[in-house]
């Protein structure tokens, strides 16, 4: 547990205080200076973001998002990274307000899946294509950590009928001890995520009546125990709609800036989900704090400025339609095909209960063809976690932009690889002919002759191409 000598580093009524001064001093002058200045892809200080998110009219999110494009092309081109959630259980001990596994929820129905039925889940999401997942579970004695640790391996272990497998498990958990964070790195997990919530500690205790996860300090230096347990890579987040959004975008950043500090390496990941209507969850369908999809997508852009080289994740509980918009301001990492409660994927038919509602239902072979119509490549790529290049040896590469030589054609290779195995026809087709596009603009010889001879060996029947 906790030591009683630990403080919140979130200095919570400094940072309304901010935002309060910045409401002040905020000028379209400014605001150029400020998007002028994200362009050298270096981030931004606290008071400088503070200042963004002051940004009501229409021409100056215009101009937000329109420089989060070009800093999101600059580091991330057109990759657009795929993966899949599985939840294997979704028993909770705890009872936050605004999600439907809560422990007084009565009427969800409850599940935790056997090892042979975590196998066939695995199963259907490689038969759709899918290398990268998440894994989550509720936090119960029903589900502990030797569960969670076998259930790693026998995904790991398990294969299709073309002989593939999942070769990179992220995981979301509930906070562990450093002995449990060591156990867990054991297994060859990629990154760990868990979020906050909300960074509003006065706020945290109302959402949060009962259960391990009220504490709110043990959640908050999770990814202190995380990175002291060995784990490279940590992904951040809050739930959107719980505390005025500016001060969750903020508070995020302080956590970030913390970690790089402390660690050398700030967050891999920022998750940016809002709050969406659950069973049995009351705060779902009376929001405290509602986002408009107007801030979410300048909430998406600012962080893409700030952050310029951490990866930003956007679930299926967004419209399609909304996510498709979102890809171009600063979302590098999506979920496709999701079900988000136990068993649903090989038993679409059984009704046990899901911890929220989606809103993009297409399956992921439809979110790959809308994928290509806006000229991104569909990445399953896992390469830079089996080479190393995790934590701060891949921040390493990234700032000076190395990391491009290997992220895009090792994309293009998981991609092609897709495209032969699993896509439909039409996909199919149309795929071909973006990576033939594609490779005729690269402008570096090594880099071209490298990706042609990797799309060559894919389409002669080679798997697991990466450099």
């Known amino acids: 547990m906790r030591t009683l000598t630990e403080t919140s580093f979130i200095p919570r009524d400094e940072l309304y205080n901010r935002l309060e001064d910045a409401q002040k001093l905020y000028t379209k002058d400014k605001l150029q200076d400020i998007l002028h200045e994200a362009l050298k892809l270096k981030g931004l200080s606290l008071d400088k973001v503070a200042l963004l998110l002051q940004a009501e009219t229409e021409e100056d999110i215009r101009l937000i998002l329109s420089t989060a494009h070009q800093v999101k092309e600059a580091i991330y081109g057109k990759r657009m990274v795929l993966f899949a959630p599985l939840y294997i259980g979704n028993y909770c001990s705890n009872n936050c307000l605004y999600c439907a596994f809560r422990k007084d929820n009565t009427a969800l129905g409850r599940a935790k899946l056997t090892y042979e039925e975590i196998e066939e889940e695995t199963k259907m999401l490689l038969r759709q294509g899918h290398k990268r997942i998440l894994m989550l579970t509720g936090e119960d004695e029903r589900t502990p950590l030797d569960y969670f640790l076998e259930a790693i391996r026998r995904v790991y272990a398990t294969r299709d009928e073309r002989g593939s497998s999942i070769r990179r498990i992220n995981v979301e958990i509930a906070p562990l001890d450093i002995d449990g964070f060591r156990r867990l790195k054991a297994e060859k997990i990629g990154t760990y995520a868990c979020f ?40 951040i987040g809050v739930l959107f709609g719980l505390a005025d959004y500016r001060f969750e975008v903020l508070s995020l950043l302080v956590h970030a800036y913390h970690l ?12 940016v989900p809002r709050i969406e209507p659950a069973e049995g969850a009351p705060l779902s369908t ?14 998406v852009a600012i962080i ?32 496709a ?39 991104f490549i569909p990445s399953f790529c896992t390469g830079c ?52 596009l594609l490779v005729s603009e690269i402008e570096d010889k090594n880099l071209k002759t490298r990706t042609e001879k990797g799309l ?8 697991d191409v990466y450099y």
């Open 196 to 235: 906050q919530e909300t960074y509003d500690e006065i706020l945290y205790k109302k959402y949060h009546p009962s259960g391990p996860k009220s504490d709110y300090l043990w959640r908050l230096f999770v990814m202190d125990r995380a990175m002291e347990g060995g784990i490279d890579d940590v992904g």
């Open 260 to 271: 790089e500090r402390k660690f050398g390496c700030g967050p891999h990941t920022v998750s």
């Open 286 to 299: 009376h929001i405290p704090y509602p986002v408009s999809d107007r801030d979410f997508k300048k909430i």
């Open 304 to 335: 893409r400025l700030a952050l310029p080289y951490t990866g930003i994740i956007l679930s299926t509980r967004e419209s399609e339609t909304l996510r498709q918009e979102l890809f171009h301001y600063g979302v590098s990492q999506i979920s």
């Open 337 to 375: 095909g999701s079900r988000t409660n136990p068993g649903a994927y090989s038993h679409p038919e059984e009704k046990t209960g899901s911890q929220f509602s989606l809103g993009d239902h297409r399956s992921l072979d439809e979110v790959i063809s809308a994928l290509i119509d806006d000229g």
């Open 385 to 436: 976690y089996r080479k190393g290049r995790v934590g701060q040896d891949f921040m390493d590469l990234a700032k000076p932009g190395l990391i491009q030589k290997f992220c895009m054609p090792n994309g293009l290779f998981s991609f092609r690889e897709y495209l032969e195995d699993y896509a439909s026809p039409q996909t199919r087709e149309k795929g071909l002919r973006l990576i033939q």
């Open 456 to 463: 060559y060996e894919v389409a002669q029947g080679k798997r």
